[in-house]
């Protein structure tokens, strides 16, 4: 799955005449654009239609348009936002601590990455293991109490238990709710009274994530959690 920035597209189109898909891009990380923090993209602003983009020649140059309506993806503006919301920064620092991590490498940018990247990554995978585990009585349906999504989810991501999602499963949406709250959860009270201070969505700490569990799920998290350093458990589960 592509995602794309707007914004960049229209930079790419302003400045040179043709646009460009970034390598980057084709990840599942970043979810906001590192230049211009806004979310990620992948469907038409239009009609909504998810097709892969299109290129056109125009008199200036390649654009990008969509399959369906043939409207161009690039836009000087998104919705009207000229300032990046407090929600996009702090998951673009988690990002950032997320993504250096992956390269063996300490981040002091986020809390809870300072303790190195082997155990940052573990807690942001037992994290997202949390939060992508099915609430008992919905079937195949991943359902989660904690960002209030509701989608189907394919059995090969929870069948058999050692398989589980990553966020390049999911749609760029959806993806954006499930690491702002692995972010909510990992960093804290701190970065939680940020995100609550600035947006009207409730994010919840571990204590409450918790009893949504079933009681294996539940054993399984303890297990997990037991294995993370003390500063770590410190940090996530303070003052819950």
């Known amino acids: 799955m592509i995602t794309f920035c707007r914004l960049c597209l229209w930079n790419d189109f302003i400045t040179d005449g043709n646009e460009y898909l970034r390598v980057k891009w084709m ?8 230049l211009h923090r806004v979310p990620m993209e992948d469907s038409c602003n239009f009609c909504s239609a998810w097709e892969l983009p299109i290129s056109v020649r125009t008199s200036r140059g390649f654009r990008f348009v ?44 986020f809390p809870g990455a300072s303790i190195g990247p082997r155990y940052f990554l573990q807690m942001v995978e ?8 099915k609430t ?4 195949r349906l991943f359902v989660h109490h904690l960002h209030r999504t509701v989608f189907r989810i394919a059995p090969r991501l929870y069948y058999p238990p050692q398989l589980r999602p990553w966020p390049g499963d999911f749609d760029a949406q959806n993806r954006l709710g499930l690491l702002s709250h692995t972010a909510a959860l990992a960093g804290g009270r701190s970065i939680r009274e940020q995100l609550i201070l600035a947006s009207a969505r409730q994010y919840y700490g571990m204590t409450e994530a918790l009893t949504w569990l079933c009681s294996s799920d539940r054993s399984n998290l303890r297990q997990r959690v037991e294995a993370w350093p003390q500063i770590q458990r410190n940090t996530v589960f303070s003052a819950d």
């Open 136 to 139: 008992v009585g919905y079937g």
């Open 66 to 109: 969509c399959a369906d309506c043939k409207r161009p993806f690039a836009s000087p503006q998104i919705s009207g936002k000229i300032t990046p919301s407090p929600e996009n920064i702090v998951l673009l620092e988690f990002e950032t601590a997320f993504g250096e991590a992956l390269k063996n490498q300490r981040s002091l940018r």
């Open 27 to 34: 990840a599942a990380l970043p979810t906001i654009c590192p």
């Open 126 to 133: 037992d994290l997202f293991w949390l939060l992508t585990r």
